[in-house]
């Protein structure tokens, strides 16, 4: 499933960054890596950005990037 898919609240595993180039990039520095838990904290009244909490920190991103990253659901 990718992460654009779960909802408030709900927490999974990295499994797989897609995408290539600067996106990637600036997606891994930002913890975004195979086997790191992320957390859903909520989700903007018009659907986009989606708010989620990594590695103790809360960051933002568009749907569409969210979509780029598939994560297993606990």
Known sequence: MNL???S???KGFISKVKGR???RK???EM???KGQEVEVVK????RDPIEYRIMNYNVSLRRS???LIQ???D
């Open 8 to 10: 408030e609240g709900q």
């Open 31 to 33: 913890g975004f890596v």
């Open 71 to 73: 994560v297993v659901s």
């Open 4 to 6: 654009s898919e779960l």
């Open 43 to 46: 989700n903007a009244p018009l």
């Open 21 to 23: 180039g600067a996106f």
């Open 65 to 67: 990037e969210a979509n």
């Open 26 to 28: 600036r997606i891994t």
